[in-house]
């Protein structure tokens, strides 16, 4: 899949609801759309999103069922590494800097002790030859 191919609104919806259950028939992700459009828009939605190769499908009792080809974490870990390169010239200190001093974001002592135990494992990780 190509990290440069944006995604729409409407095709980042789809691929939300794909990712959440792991596969969806047409009819599964209308069911899932809020405000959804008609039957054959969802169904183009999702033939272009194979094309870009983001989905792939299976034929299951004469309908088509989509699957992501990428797993969700893989393609935030690809959408954060590239935020982090383009907005932090790949800083991961400023980044989580950033993040930390957000005022809308507050963290709960054990989001924050989880975070210092995930430091330390990175710490520990990086003596390691």
Same mark, same amino acid.
């Given at each position: ?12 919806? +789809?691929?939300?609801?794909?990712? %959440?259950? #792991?596969?969806? =028939? ?7 759309? !809020?405000?959804? !459009? #008609?039957? @054959?828009?969802?169904?183009? +939605?999702? #033939?272009?999103? %194979? ?7 299976? $034929? ?7 699957? !992501? ?10 959408? +954060? %590494?590239?935020?982090?390169?383009? *907005? *932090? #010239?790949?800083?991961? $200190? ?13 963290? =709960?002592?054990?989001? +924050?002790?989880?975070? =210092? ?7 520990? @990780? %990086?003596?390691? !030859?």
């Amino acid at each position: 899949m190509e990290a440069s191919e944006k995604l729409s609104r409407r095709e980042r919806q +789809l691929m939300d609801i794909i990712w %959440e259950r #792991g596969q969806a =028939s047409v009819a599964e992700v209308l069911e899932a759309l !809020p405000d959804p !459009p #008609g039957y @054959n828009t969802v169904r183009a +939605l999702l #033939g272009i999103l %194979e094309k870009k190769g983001h989905l792939t499908h299976t $034929e299951e009792e004469g309908r088509y069922v989509y699957l !992501p080809i990428a797993p969700a974490q893989a393609v935030a870990k690809t959408a +954060l %590494e590239r935020v982090v390169t383009t *907005f *932090f #010239g790949g800083s991961i $200190e400023r980044t989580v800097a950033t993040l930390l001093q957000s005022k809308e974001r507050t963290l =709960s002592d054990d989001q +924050l002790a989880r975070l =210092s135990a995930l430091i330390a494992e990175a710490k520990e @990780n %990086e003596k390691v !030859p």
